[in-house]
């Protein structure tokens, strides 16, 4: 996915909006194979709070929810 492969080479500001402004369904979008959200993407690839707080804005329930790797940590 578009946003996600930006979150997760640190793309500016200015792309990541463009993207959930166009798409704003992206950000409920989960991976394939991890089932990570933008959000965790943005958080694990360490990007500014900003954009984290984009992302966060765009879906604010990815931070009640937590990636299938993260859940599998615990099981």
């Known amino acids: 996915y578009p946003l996600?492969?930006?979150l997760a080479r640190l793309a500016?500001?200015?792309?990541?909006a463009r993207?959930?402004?166009i798409y704003p369904e992206a950000a409920k979008e989960a991976t394939k194979k991890k089932r990570s959200l933008p959000l965790h993407i943005a958080c694990?690839?360490?990007?500014p709070d900003r954009i984290i707080l984009?992302?966060?804005?765009?879906?604010?329930k990815a931070a009640k929810k937590l990636p299938d790797w993260v859940v599998s940590m615990f099981l």
Not at 12 to 16: G, K, L, S, Y
Not at 54 to 60: E, I, N, R, S, T
């Open 4 to 6: 996600h492969l930006c």
């Open 12 to 16: 500016p500001e200015n792309v990541i």
């Open 19 to 21: 993207l959930i402004e």
């Open 54 to 60: 984009m992302v966060a804005d765009a879906f604010p």
């Open 44 to 47: 694990e690839a360490s990007n």
